[in-house]
């Protein structure tokens, strides 16, 4: 008889390396491709390896995931056996030290409940705000070839990023001989991913003993897997590199706009065109494209909605935007409802949703390349956030964060580059 796996979806993180573009959504709901959000990617892997019992771990503002996600039907999760589960923190849970989860293990350990009330064999931990196409089938059938209790999807990353990650030491047949969690001096680049595997019984058992264990933080990679480890368990690495697909974590603003602009080339890594694996998500009917007279549109993807009067380049536009004649993006991500007035010029900018950027304003135009360590901004990307309205021929750096929410009247002649201005602090 087949195992049932149920799928535990972490989406609860606050995002703050993604800085204005997650100060009001979760970081899984940011928008992603012009059309989809990131969580998009790990729901549709979901079903597009058979996995329809679906949990989705919330806690920070998850009403921005709640309103997408809603039943599920975009992913084929509106179903009475399986479905799509929101699960957020509440008091009264697992008899818990506080209501709010403290650690991806004790996220999952606060609902136990739903994974035995799924009656699953296996447990899929997975990350909402990671960009890849994975067939889960390859994994589940690894960790059964090896006889696995726990395996961990990893993947070969640059070892100037190797500290950023849990790395991982194996011995010839991937089994687990050291696990670190971001290591200042790390011993290898084979990086955990973030993706899980664990028999049920295992599960149970390490969260149960980590959830009264007051000395831990209660971490899947800081604490359960360097014990499972130590003790000498079945821990295997699933090597994703050898078995192909693409993988990428945009947590930073420059990860963030380099896989964008990753779609964008002639044989993009990731193929949003692929029908044999096709990326779900819930949209709003929009009219078709509309190039006008006039307009030159290249090597971008533009979304339904879209009306382009002015000059696009290497940029990826969402629903309804319009570039307006004389404009030129270059280079840039713009994200739904935004307007982009007659003769404005950017160059590597992401514009949140609704933003209008004023005639003849000038964005990354500047030949001054400072940076911006705060956010980790050098290459000279500029962030605009939610709603805020750019006055006429204002002038803005490069590496620049604005805030939010922001009218023409609260700006200045000029902001130069490496600046953050105006930008809220997550609450």
Not at 357 to 380: C, H, Q, Y
Request: aromatic share 8%.
């Amino acid at each position: 008889m087949a195992k049932k796996v149920v799928a535990m979806i972490l989406a609860g993180g606050r995002g703050s390396r993604l800085s204005v573009l997650a100060n009001k959504r979760a970081k899984p709901a940011v928008p992603f491709a012009g059309k989809y959000r990131i969580i998009d990617f790990t729901l549709s892997n979901c079903v597009n390896s058979g996995i329809y019992t679906v949990g989705v771990l919330t806690q920070y503002r998850p009403r921005s995931l709640q309103d997408h996600i809603r039943n599920g039907a975009p992913w084929d999760l509106d179903r009475l056996n399986g479905g799509v589960w929101i699960l957020q923190p509440y008091l009264g849970r697992m008899n818990t030290r506080s209501e709010w989860y403290v650690g991806t293990a004790d996220a999952v350990y606060q609902n136990l409940d739903f994974i035995r009330g799924a009656q699953a064999d296996i447990v899929l931990v997975l990350s909402g705000d990671h960009v890849y196409k994975m067939d889960y089938t390859k994994l589940l059938r690894f960790h059964e070839d090896n006889q696995a209790e726990v395996t961990v999807s990893a993947l070969q990353v640059r070892e100037e990023e190797a500290h950023r990650f849990g790395i991982l030491q194996v011995d010839a047949k991937y089994r687990i001989l050291h696990f670190e969690e971001k290591p200042k001096h790390p011993k290898s680049n084979l990086a955990s991913m973030g993706i899980y595997v664990f028999n049920r019984d295992v599960l149970e058992e390490v969260l149960i003993e980590d959830a009264h264990n007051e000395a831990s933080e209660h971490d899947f990679g800081k604490n359960i897997f360097p014990k499972l480890v130590e003790e000498e368990r079945r821990v295997f690495a699933y090597p994703f590199n050898d078995f192909g697909g693409y993988w990428v974590d945009v947590g930073t603003i420059q990860s963030y706009w380099e896989a964008h602009m990753d779609l964008l080339r002639d044989d993009p890594p990731l193929d949003l065109l692929a029908r044999d694996w096709v990326i779900h998500t819930r949209s709003e009917e929009r009219p078709p494209v509309n190039i006008r007279t006039g307009a030159t549109v290249s090597h971008s993807l533009i979304t339904d909605g879209c009306v382009i009067e002015g000059f696009v380049e290497y940029s990826v536009l969402s629903p309804g935007v319009r570039v307006e004649r004389g404009a030129v993006v270059r280079n840039s991500i713009i994200m739904t409802d935004a307007k982009i007035e007659a003769g404005a010029y950017l160059d590597r900018v992401i514009v949140d949703k609704n933003v209008i950027i004023g005639r003849e304003a000038e964005i990354g135009k500047s030949s001054d390349f400072t940076a911006n360590p705060e956010v980790g901004l050098s290459t000279g990307i500029t962030v605009i956030g939610k709603n805020t309205i750019i006055p006429p021929r204002m002038k803005i750096g490069r590496n620049v964060v604005i805030g939010s929410d922001l009218k023409d009247d609260d700006f200045p002649e000029f902001i130069p580059s490496g600046t953050n201005f105006k930008v809220e602090a997550h609450d």
